[in-house]
Each structure stands twice: as C-alpha cells, then as structure tokens.
C-alpha cells in the first residue's frame, strides 16, 4: 500500500502490517442484555451502543479475548462476537492528522 498526502509519500508498506500497525483495537458485539454491563469493565475504552449491537473500543494493554472472556464469565448471550480491524479511511485519516 502507498499512500500520498499532499503529494508526498505518507504511508508504504504492506496492508496487513499497515492495518496492524494502526489499529483501533475494537470490537464488535451483540448480546442479550445492556451495553451498560460493557462500559463498566475495566479493559473498556469507550462503547458505541446502537440498535442490535455495540462497538467497543478496548484500552492499551487489552485484547479481543480478554473481553470475550469477561463476557463469557458473566453468562451472558453472546450473539455476535468480532475484532475488528482499522479501515483504510479510519487510516488515512489517522496518518494525515498526525503528520
């Protein structure tokens, strides 16, 4: 991947490595319950709650299974469970705000 920002060279390299390298380390769920259950854990950055499903955003240090597993130990209905990865606009965004 080769990304230009006002004519010069931002970003170069190989997708997956970028996606890794940028990543917003989120996670996507849908369970029986109330997002408020989410918000209070202590891996939780933040939690976008919309109709059938919240995006979770994970804190520094915390992976996906680390949320999956908490959900699990409080018996909850898990219907949908998915780690997410950076999308390129997420990305480029990213990469021309920073510098």
Do not use: W
């Amino acid at each position: 991947m080769f990304l230009i920002n006002k004519g010069k060279q931002v970003l170069y390299g190989d997708l997956s490595d970028i996606r890794r390298q940028y990543s917003i380390n989120s996670v996507i769920v849908s369970f029986e319950g109330k997002s408020s259950l989410i918000e209070n854990m202590p891996q939780v950055e933040s939690v976008n709650s919309y109709s059938n499903h919240s995006e979770v955003t994970l804190k520094k240090g915390y992976q996906a299974k680390d949320l999956f597993k908490e959900l699990a130990e409080l018996e909850l209905d898990i219907n949908y469970f998915k780690a997410t990865d950076a999308s390129l606009n997420d990305i480029f965004i990213k990469v021309v705000e920073n510098g």
